[in-house]
């Protein structure tokens, strides 16, 4: 790797009033701060400033960072004349190269861990039947990140996940949450943390945004209350149970569907949510005339402790007239022919739990 030179950082000059004390520090100061940050962190950086998103991509520093991270993995040669043909590492290069590189290998290696145990799918729900073991096993977990009108941050780990057949329920409580009518946006990110071994170093893990809900323009829906607490519904998935009289959030929880979750958890960035190939339907199962057909339906119906109901429908279809923006429309149970419905016993119950009481609510 050749020896970093003064001509080798970006001369920036921003306008003294934007000026601070970290942008007054030369730049191979600020280089050599930011060489001890980790890849996560550094891609978050690049996001704050003209200033620190030049400087954050410097060749040089990623890499020494992809070499640091797969130097034992790369290819070195074996004689003085393969010596000769190697180019060098930095130096006739497009710029960000090895910063695309170290993404583009981590995300490989990542994808080559858990691809393979997602390969046997259910027959009967069409998921991968190892999610859950593949998402407990590489050690994933979600953070909530709330943001009040005054643009201040509070970021939760996930008090409690649970797990059924064909999603899982996160719950976040315990927090110091702004009041309901405060919240600008909600943030949902996958997180890896690394298991190291000594407990006492802390590694950030790599956040991948799975969605940001926009409080101003989601307007949430009123479904139960009890005693102590009042829910709201916010598509897609999010409930927020809020204190009656107070205003304030008591916990958060949101529903996640297993399609694609571990790609979702792991391969999108900390500001870009991953993005799923469009996969078009097959050409057998076009029909200029019906639309599509031959599809099946697996619904599971749950609270956050136990399963109410569930069905298995075959051999679906749909008019052209259904598809709209990609979304197809599966009508399986008419409202007017009786014996197609199914009576419940009792009513349904969402439990509560906050960092110190509980409940339930019917709705």
């Not at 050599?32 to 962190?41: G, R, T, V, W």
């Not at 893990?205 to 949430?220: E, F, H, N, P, V």
Request: net charge positive; glycine share 6%; aromatic share 10%.
């Amino acid at each position: 790797c050749p020896e970093l030179q003064k001509t080798d950082f970006p001369q920036i000059k921003p306008s003294p009033c934007e000026e601070g004390l970290m942008e007054r520090l030369p730049s191979e100061i600020l280089i050599k701060i930011l060489s001890y940050l980790d890849a996560s962190s550094l891609f978050c950086l690049s996001h704050v400033s003209k200033l620190f998103h030049q400087l954050a991509n410097d060749d040089v520093m990623w890499h020494k960072i992809y070499m640091s991270e797969f130097a034992s993995q790369t290819w070195k040669p074996k004689s003085a004349d393969d010596a000769a043909l190697k180019v060098d590492p930095v130096e006739d290069r497009l710029a960000g190269h090895w910063k695309k590189m170290y993404f583009r290998t981590m995300a490989g290696q990542e994808m080559n861990k858990w691809r393979r145990e997602l390969r046997d799918i259910s027959p009967y729900t069409g998921l991968p039947r190892q999610t859950e073991w593949v998402l407990r096993n590489l050690n994933v977990s979600w953070e909530l990140t709330v943001r009040d009108l005054l643009g201040r941050e509070l970021t939760l780990e996930q008090s409690r996940a649970y797990f059924f057949e064909s999603s899982v329920v996160v719950r976040w409580s315990g927090g110091s949450f702004p009041k309901y009518h405060h919240i600008s946006n909600i943030q949902l990110h996958g997180v890896r943390k690394e298991k190291l071994k000594s407990p006492k170093v802390r590694k950030p893990g790599w956040r991948s945004l799975i969605l940001k809900l926009d409080m101003k323009t989601q307007r949430g829906r009123f479904i139960g209350k009890d005693r102590l607490i009042k829910l709201m519904h916010l598509s897609p998935g999010f409930i927020i149970g809020i204190w009656r009289g107070q205003n304030s959030v008591a916990f958060i929880m949101v529903s996640l569907h297993f399609h694609k979750l571990v790609e979702r958890s792991l391969l999108g960035s900390p500001v870009c949510p991953y993005s799923e190939p469009v996969d078009l339907p097959p050409v057998d199962n076009s029909d200029p005339e019906f639309g599509l057909h031959g599809y099946t339906l697996h619904f599971v119906l749950h609270n956050t402790g136990t399963e109410i109901m569930s069905g298995h429908f075959r051999q679906l279809s749909c008019h052209t007239v259904q598809i709209q923006r990609g979304l197809v429309e599966l009508k399986v149970i008419n409202r007017t022919n009786l014996s197609q419905h199914r009576s419940l016993s009792g009513n349904i119950k969402l439990p509560w739990k906050s960092e110190a009481l509980e409940g339930s609510v019917e709705v």
